[in-house]
C-alpha cells in the first residue's frame, strides 16, 4: 500500500519561503510530481523530478521553486521562495511507480498573504 503525506504548508507572507516535504511509503521508486489546485480552478503540474534526478518546472515555478528528492528517506521536498499571493493553493504530492500507477497525498495548504 503506497501512501504519501504532504507537510510543511502554512501562512506565509508575499515574499517568503516554505519547504514543502512528501514522505513515501509503500514505494519509493518513480517520478514524484507536486501539483497545486487553488479555489475553482483545476489541479496544475508545479514541478517533477525523476528516479534519476530529473527535474521539470511549469512557468510559474521557474526560478522560484526547487524540487528534489531523498530516496534514502523516501522523502521529496518542494522549496519555494518568493512567493506570491497567486501562489494559494492546497499543494499535492504525486508518485508515479515504475508500472505507471498514480498515488497522491492529501494535500498541504499554502497561503499567501500579508
Known amino acids: 500500500q503506497v501512501q504519501l503525506v504532504e507537510s510543511g504548508g502554512g501562512l506565509v507572507q508575499p515574499g517568503g519561503s516554505l519547504r514543502l516535504s512528501c514522505a513515501a511509503s509503500?514505494?519509493?521508486?518513480?517520478?514524484l510530481g507536486w501539483y497545486r489546485q487553488a479555489p475553482g480552478k483545476q489541479r496544475e503540474l508545479v514541478a517533477t523530478?525523476?528516479?534519476?534526478?530529473?527535474?521539470n518546472y511549469a512557468n510559474s515555478a521557474k526560478g522560484r521553486f526547487s524540487i528534489s528528492r531523498d530516496n534514502t528517506k523516501n522523502t521529496a521536498y518542494l522549496q519555494m521562495n518568493s512567493l506570491k499571493p497567486e501562489d494559494t493553493a492546497v499543494y499535492y504530492c504525486?508518485?508515479?511507480?515504475?508500472?505507471?500507477?498514480?498515488?497522491w497525498g492529501q494535500g498541504t495548504q499554502v497561503t499567501v498573504s500579508s
Open positions: 504525486k508518485l508515479r511507480s515504475t508500472m505507471g500507477l498514480d498515488y
Open positions: 523530478i525523476s528516479n534519476s534526478g530529473n527535474t
Open positions: 509503500g514505494s519509493s521508486f518513480g517520478s
